[in-house]
């Protein structure tokens, strides 16, 4: 165990001096700040205009809206508010994704292709050790970026005036295992294939392309049900037991996943 710690750790240290990481990273934030800030401020201008139009049409011409105006600006601002939230977390999850598979598809695969891994197979490190230390640690980064991620969804919330769906507190939790599904096949892929394509047919992979009519959908993974989107523009609510048994579904694939990464590579030249 502490050998597989120790992988992990330094595995951590290899991707935070990645200058291409960091940046995919940085930019991903960016983009979901810059987004956020777009969508609060088109919310202020909208709430205005509303406000505007609204006094031109009343009858008395007076400043103060009617309690029916008020009603229909209070609609208007909460399925304004739905969008952008759900907007806003579409970024946040792309993002992440695309941050997830460059970390799983080259953690293993790039090691080999540049040869690193033969120092690493010299110390008493088995290969089991190494590929799980190796997707430990991009779950490390992957659980910073979830948390991040967190707070950016809270603190969009706080500053844009935005009450929060019920369904999206339970966004950063969904989008971390539904990024652990993507790497851990990416990791997979990336044993047989380049790591780039490996990351495009781990992101194409879902059952999200077939319909429930075609086998395929149950045989492919399923990412679409992480996606808190259609419950946040509904309003909808995930309950406890939703969220336990989409953990369970994202536990056992990527488990299934990590034990044929481990068949390929023990059986894998890399020496």
């Known amino acids: 165990m502490p050998t597989l710690l120790l992988v992990a750790a330094d595995s951590v240290r290899s991707l935070l001096h ?22 609060i ?18 009858p ?13 600006l209070a609609e ?16 946040a999850s792309f993002g992440g994704s695309l941050v997830a598979l460059f970390i799983f598809s ?8 540049r040869g690193t891994i033969r120092i690493t197979m010299t110390k008493p490190v088995s290969r089991s050790q190494y590929l799980l230390g190796k997707y430990l640690g991009g779950v490390a980064v992957m659980a910073g970026y979830a948390l991040i991620s967190g707070a950016a969804i809270a603190l969009f919330g706080k500053f844009g005036g935005v ?10 939790w969904l989008m971390f295992c539904r990024q652990l599904m993507l790497g851990s096949l ?12 490996g990351a495009v047919l781990a992101f194409l992979a879902g059952n999200g392309l077939y319909s429930p009519h075609d086998p395929l959908f149950y045989i492919f993974p399923s990412y679409s049900v992480f996606n808190v989107f259609g419950q946040v523009l509904q309003g909808t609510l995930l309950n406890g037991k939703d969220i336990v ?10 488990i299934v996943m990590l034990l044929l990464a481990l068949w390929r590579f023990r059986t894998k030249e890399i020496v």
Do not use: W
């Open 76 to 91: 208007q601002m909460g399925q304004m508010a739905s969008i952008f939230e759900a907007g806003f977390y579409q970024v």
């Open 186 to 197: 990416a990791m997979l892929l990336s044993l047989y294939l380049h790591p780039f394509l």
């Open 18 to 39: 990645q200058r291409l990481l960091l940046g995919l990273m940085l930019a991903s934030l960016a983009v979901t700040a810059i987004f956020s800030t777009l969508l």
């Open 60 to 72: 008395t011409g007076a400043a103060k809206l009617s309690k029916e105006d008020q009603q229909k």
């Open 245 to 254: 048994l989409l953990t369970l579904y994202a536990g056992d694939f990527v």
């Open 41 to 58: 401020k088109e919310r202020a201008a909208r709430r205005q205009q509303f406000t505007a139009e609204a006094v031109a049409n009343s």
């Open 163 to 172: 009450q929060l769906s019920p369904a999206i507190k339970y966004a950063p």
């Open 106 to 113: 080259t953690a293993v695969a790039t090691e080999i292709r």
